[in-house]
Nanobody, 127 residues
């Protein structure tokens, strides 16, 4: 059973937007660092963005800076990834993840640092 559940993926034209959401019945996500990752066919999983556990510091891969925004909704116990100006190269399965040991004002974009994962949601950008 997945510890996290992603939603919000779909097919969108280049330049369009999607909002992904990560929810958990097990974790109170406000207390954890949460990362978003993606994996395109034939490629390794890569970090996209993360938000720290303590002060909400955010980090982004260079490829998505200025286009993607990560945020928390404490009331809904979710972490969202707003994706704007989507490009065909953003096409991938997107995963959220968390871990017990990534704490403080820092979070990591290295997939191996995270122990708990969702099953992923497909994002396809095509005209």
């Amino acid at each position: 059973q997945a510890q996290l559940v992603e939603s919000g993926g779909g097919l969108v034209q280049p330049g369009g937007s999607l909002r992904l959401s990560c929810a958990s019945a097990r974790f109170t996500l406000d207390y954890y660092a949460v990362g978003w990752f993606r994996q395109a066919p034939g490629k390794e999983r890569e970090g996209v963005s993360c938000i720290s556990s303590s002060d909400g510091s955010t980090y982004y891969a260079d490829s998505v800076k200025g286009r993607f925004t990560i945020s928390r909704d404490k009331r809904k116990n979710t972490v969202s990834l707003q994706m704007n100006d989507l490009k065909p190269e953003d096409t991938a399965v997107y995963f959220c993840a968390t871990d017990d040991y990534i704490v403080g004002t820092y979070c990591d974009l290295v997939p191996d640092e995270y122990d708990y994962w969702g099953q992923g949601t497909q994002v396809s950008v095509s005209s």
